[in-house]
């Protein structure tokens, strides 16, 4: 005789610091989880405080409130078990938590063991690591606990086997790259050939900062098959039944289509937009138009992220601006229904050439000319953002961010980066995916990237062809390959070293752009920290 055993999934997205706003969703939850007869509802790895916290960790008016919300969520907890990820304040320290609350107490309490520091983790700063696995009884079932980076261990996982765990649930906070799903259903399926046992991996949702939290909770039988998902890039209260007579075993639900890449990524980047703008409460954004690929594509995310009436478009030509350009622009807001305000730069451009006494066609004054008309470009967003309070959205991308090829306090201006992670050649990935619907011109995706900062300028005047340029990024920057490697890959030495010493030059303008989403595995922020001043040389 078999019983059904039903799990609430709480892939819900959560304020990283709002821990009354995060304590109400917490609440509703469980409102909701009862009204559907669940036995026990999940949360993610610390929902309740938000992920990462980062140092408000270490603020005792934090810790308090923490405190105070998990006496809250305790009374609330009659005839439901719940299972919360939070922060554990002790003596000894802070340990990265997770729950079992039941009829109006905390029942047992597991600390992650595997505490990651790489990457984009700092947990060793904030958490020390527990020493004893998390084996929960509810009703009978014997569940194994884990949270995120437990789960890319064999030993955690193992214990709880023996320990006779009869199902594994893994709770996590795991930041988005576009090859993470693949990874995490591997290092699923590894634990489950390991242990025999079926998993539950539950996640959240959103962006904080950043970093993306894609969702895509799954189940997986003791075979290692997948049964069960949420789905990515999405809220929801999703159900999951196990089936328990010697073994637990999981209703199989129809499994969703898998999203492609370029699916996956752009999701990702909608999300990041949406949820920075949202938190910080920004009534809308504003991006400047150049008639480039770039800003057209952070244009149509704007719009897919936010809706058209609260994103803000200006062109601002110069006497170097194309009728192309001009054209492209006005054709791009037709499709996307965005009003666009063109305002000229020449009375100001003109007017820096003549209290610098600077002639465009006298050389050498060229980079001085083209960083004027970056600035003064700057200059007019910043104070149209400051009048309005929309946020302004940088249109860099990673090719161009890591070569340096933009101008501080010009073209680098803004709030939020949006394709700061984005290659050039990712760029026009992006934008052929989204242009099912035909808003991208087909001049825009056909003529030659162009800063248009001087008369027939191409960016392959002053840099590697993108199909030499973004492979070479990739293995420097992403894979950390020496410039014999890169060189042993095809290219020449010559291109692969004028790379490297852009790249390398370069570390103090990346530093001062604002941050933007990640969506590889090696973004230029916090998990690739290199030193400004360095006299290092690739070999």
């Given at each position: 005789m078999s019983t059904i055993f039903r799990i609430a999934v709480a892939q819900l997205n959560f304020l990283v610091?709002?821990?009354?706003?995060?304590?109400?969703?917490?609440?509703?939850?469980?409102?909701?989880?009862?009204?559907?007869?669940?036995?026990?509802?999940?949360?993610?790895?610390?929902?309740?405080?938000?992920?990462?916290?980062?140092?408000?960790?270490?603020?005792?008016?934090?810790?308090?409130?923490i405190q105070h919300a998990l006496k809250i969520i305790q009374k609330k907890s009659i005839d439901i078990a719940i299972l919360l990820g939070h922060p554990d304040f002790s003596s000894k320290g802070i340990y990265n938590a997770a729950s079992l609350i039941e009829n109006k107490k905390i029942v047992s309490t597991y600390h992650k063991q595997c505490l990651p520091?790489?990457?984009?983790?700092?947990?060793?700063?904030?958490?020390?690591?527990?020493?004893?696995?998390?084996?929960?009884?509810?009703?009978?079932?014997?569940?194994?606990?884990?949270?995120?980076?437990?789960?890319?261990?064999?030993?955690?996982?193992?214990?709880?086997?023996?320990?006779?765990?009869?199902?594994?649930?893994?709770?996590?906070?795991?930041?988005f790259d576009y090859i993470k799903a693949k990874q995490r259903l591997k290092v699923t399926t590894d634990r489950i050939k390991e242990t025999n046992l079926p998993i539950l991996y539950v996640h959240g949702i959103?962006?904080?900062?950043?970093?993306?939290?894609?969702?895509?909770?799954?189940?997986?039988?003791?075979?290692?098959?997948?049964?069960?998902?949420?789905?990515?890039?999405?809220?929801?209260?999703?159900?999951?039944?196990?089936?328990?007579?010697?073994?637990?075993?999981?209703?199989?639900?129809?499994?969703?289509?898998?999203?492609?890449?370029?699916?996956?990524?752009?999701?990702?980047?909608?999300?990041?937009?949406?949820?920075?703008?949202?938190k910080n409460h920004f009534p809308g954004v504003l991006i400047g138009l150049s008639g480039g690929i770039d800003s057209a594509l952070v244009l149509a995310i704007a719009v897919d992220a936010l809706g058209k009436d609260r994103v803000h478009a200006v062109f601002l030509p110069s006497r170097y601006t194309s009728k192309l350009s001009q054209h492209i622009v006005q054709a791009l807001v037709n499709k996307l229904g965005v009003h666009v305000n063109t305002l000229s730069i020449e009375p100001s451009f003109s007017a820096f050439l003549t209290t610098l006494n600077l002639d465009p066609k006298h050389p050498p004054v060229g980079l001085a000319i083209e960083n004027i008309q970056a600035r003064c470009r700057a200059i007019i967003l910043m104070a149209l953002s400051n009048q309005q309070g929309h946020l302004l959205l940088n249109c860099t991308n990673k090719s161009e961010?890591?070569?340096?090829?933009?101008?501080?306090?010009?073209?680098?201006?803004?709030?939020?980066?949006?394709?700061?992670?984005?290659?050039?050649?990712?760029?026009?990935?992006?934008?052929?995916?989204?242009?099912?619907?035909?808003?991208?011109?087909?001049?825009?995706?056909?003529?030659?990237?162009?800063?248009?900062?001087?008369?027939?300028q191409k960016d392959e005047d002053t840099l590697p062809?993108?199909?030499?340029?973004?492979?070479?990024?990739?293995?420097?920057?992403?894979?950390?390959?020496?410039?014999?490697?890169?060189?042993?890959a095809g290219f020449t030495r010559e291109v692969a070293q004028k790379v490297i010493n852009l790249v390398n030059k370069n570390e103090y303008k990346?530093?001062?752009?604002?941050?933007?989403?990640?969506?590889?595995?090696?973004?230029?922020?916090r998990e690739r920290r290199y030193p400004i001043t360095s006299g290092f040389l690739s070999s």
């Open positions: 610091g709002d821990i009354k706003g995060n304590t109400q969703i917490i609440l509703d939850s469980i409102q909701k989880a009862k009204q559907v007869s669940a036995d026990l509802l999940i949360f993610p790895e610390l929902a309740l405080s938000g992920y990462p916290s980062e140092d408000l960790l270490l603020r005792e008016d934090f810790k308090n409130q520091n790489y990457g984009v983790f700092d947990e060793y700063r904030y958490f020390i690591p527990g020493n004893a696995g998390g084996l929960f009884t509810i009703k009978g079932l014997h569940i194994g606990i884990l949270i995120c980076e437990d789960l890319w261990y064999s030993q955690p996982a193992s214990i709880l086997k023996e320990n006779g765990a009869q199902l594994l649930i893994c709770i996590n906070a795991s930041p959103g962006g904080q900062d950043d970093l993306i939290f894609d969702g895509g909770s799954q189940a997986l039988d003791a075979k290692g098959h997948l049964v069960a998902e949420a789905g990515f890039f999405k809220e929801t209260l999703w159900l999951v039944d196990l089936k328990i007579n010697s073994l637990a075993q999981f209703v199989p639900q129809t499994l969703l289509s898998q999203p492609l890449t370029n699916e996956i990524i752009y999701k990702a980047l909608i999300l990041g937009v949406r949820d920075y703008v949202n961010l890591a070569v340096g090829y933009g101008t501080l306090y010009g073209d680098m201006v803004g709030g939020f980066s949006v394709l700061k992670d984005v290659s050039k050649t990712r760029v026009y990935q992006l934008a052929t995916y989204r242009n099912s619907e035909h808003i991208f011109p087909s001049s825009l995706m056909t003529r030659p990237p162009s800063a248009e900062l001087f008369e027939n062809p993108y199909d030499q340029l973004d492979p070479i990024l990739e293995l420097y920057v992403e894979q950390d390959k020496s410039i014999d490697d890169i060189v042993k990346r530093r001062q752009l604002a941050l933007g989403p990640r969506i590889t595995p090696r973004a230029f922020g």
